[in-house]
């Protein structure tokens, strides 16, 4: 990964990650870090200094599950490897890795 890109990741991801340190250390309730997770990624997405036209949201949610799902970001991980090592199609790998989270989330009881 070239260094630019990585330095657009990392600032992608602690869009995600700082609200919901901040929200934590407030103590805030779980639908509020939800809220501030979706705010943050809709910020993303849609920002209105780029006339609504962002990115996909894909780095700012990974911030998001370092900080409240790191046994979940870790199953992302491997489901993307394995769907991409089968479909070869990466953006499609990541949301279908996405879409297994909830479950992935249920089935360990979280």
Avoid at 1 to 8: C, E, L, Q, R
Avoid at 27 to 55: D, K, Q, V, Y
Avoid at 85 to 95: A, E, H, P, T, Y
């Amino acid at each position: 990964m070239p260094f630019h890109a990585f330095i657009t990741f990392l600032i992608d991801a602690a869009k995600g990650a700082v609200p919901i340190w901040i929200a934590q250390s407030m103590e805030m309730n779980s639908t509020g870090m939800i809220l501030c997770s979706l705010m943050a990624i809709a910020g993303h997405n849609w920002p209105i200094f780029l006339n609504f036209r962002g990115g996909k949201g894909v780095a700012t949610s990974l911030g998001i599950m370092m900080v409240l799902m790191k046994r979940q970001l870790l199953l992302w991980f491997i489901l993307v490897i394995i769907f991409f090592s089968l479909i070869r199609n990466f953006s499609f790998s990541m949301g279908l890795g996405f879409i297994l989270i909830p479950l992935s989330s249920w089935m360990m009881q979280e």
